[in-house]
């Protein structure tokens, strides 16, 4: 099967472009999108009616379920097998209470495609499965992301569905150490905070530019992926490019980078954030999955609901 990869970067964009607008644009976040999409995956294949189209049309816009299953099972296997010197973890689980019966076509697909752990626990025992649950997540990501839920979250539960990734990678060129300094970050003309900056001068990197954004992209040193910066020419303009941006307008940006010899000078980063997912994706129209409206039946013949959604990012 040929997929069009493109429709799928478009996609993905576009959600995370949606995810970005659920927040104020003076907030710093971090949120990641595939990371979000790896988990309504785990939902898709089983979703049937408007709760499979109301996912669908926010993760593969227009693809059908063969090619939509095709590529996240794609890119998994390229994560998950991948020899690159970048740190890539990713778990993706779904648990389920004992005595649900899961249907065997969503299994094999959760399982042998989308790679994902599928097993059945004792919620009545709520520490012990959270335990179970997080020590997963802990050995999939090498220790580095230690928690993902507690036992409150599982003793009313019916099922649970777990994602979470952690890339850590070094740059292709460096910053040097003693071209850092320190200086104020604003996020907003009455938001300011002392940050240590990093600056690398006289530089080519990729660039591009249009009437309202410039747009850099930081290679790290597996060239498979990049950091891009999207910075509004605009100071504070955040709120207004993010009405008008689309995946398709980002995806045209980063087509037409080139090297460019420039000076850099960036903050350093480090976020931690608690998405409120579940609002989220209903404002972004994904409702049915958390009422008594969803229609989850490829999963299993008994009556299931999404009561909560976090996403949990640093």
């Known amino acids: 099967m040929v997929v069009d990869v493109s429709s799928f970067l478009t996609a993905e964009t576009d959600f995370g472009l949606d995810m970005l607008r659920q927040k104020s644009p003076d907030e710093c976040i971090v949120v990641s999108p595939l990371s979000v999409i790896f988990a309504l995956n785990l939902l898709q294949p089983g979703a049937k009616g408007i709760t499979k189209s109301q996912i669908t049309d926010a993760i593969s816009k227009g693809s059908s379920d063969d090619e939509t299953l095709e590529y996240y099972s794609e890119l998994m296997r390229q994560i998950l097998d991948s020899t690159s010197n970048a740190q890539i973890r990713i778990a993706n689980g779904f648990f389920f209470r004992n005595g649900l019966d899961i249907n065997d076509d969503y299994a094999h697909k959760i399982t042998g495609k989308l790679c994902s752990r599928l097993e059945a626990h004792d919620f009545s025992q709520a520490d012990e499965t959270a335990k179970v649950i997080n020590n997963f997540v802990d050995s999939s ?7 993902i839920i507690s036992a409150d979250t599982v003793k009313d539960a019916i099922s649970v569905i777990v994602n979470a990734i952690y890339f850590k990678a ?4 460096k910053f040097k150490s003693s071209n850092s300094s320190k200086g104020e970050f604003y996020s907003a003309p009455d938001k300011e905070k002392e940050v240590e900056y990093m600056r690398c001068s006289n530089t080519h990197r990729l660039y591009a530019e249009d009437d309202d954004t410039q747009v850099l992209s930081l290679l790290y040193e597996d060239n498979t992926y990049a950091f891009n910066i999207f910075l509004p020419k605009n100071r504070y303009g955040l709120g207004d490019l993010l009405k ?29 954030t608690d998405f409120e997912l579940k609002k989220a994706l209903i404002n972004m129209g994904i409702k049915d999955m958390f009422t008594k409206a969803a229609d989850l039946s490829g999963i299993s013949s008994a009556p299931l609901m999404v009561s909560s959604a976090t996403h949990k990012a640093l």
């Open 244 to 272: 008008t941006w689309t995946g398709e307008k980002i995806q045209r940006s980063l087509s037409t980078l080139k090297e460019t010899f420039i000076t850099i000078v960036i903050p350093k980063m480090k976020f931690e």
């Open 170 to 173: 070094d740059w292709d060129v």
């Open 141 to 147: 990501t090498a220790g580095k992301i230690k928690e």
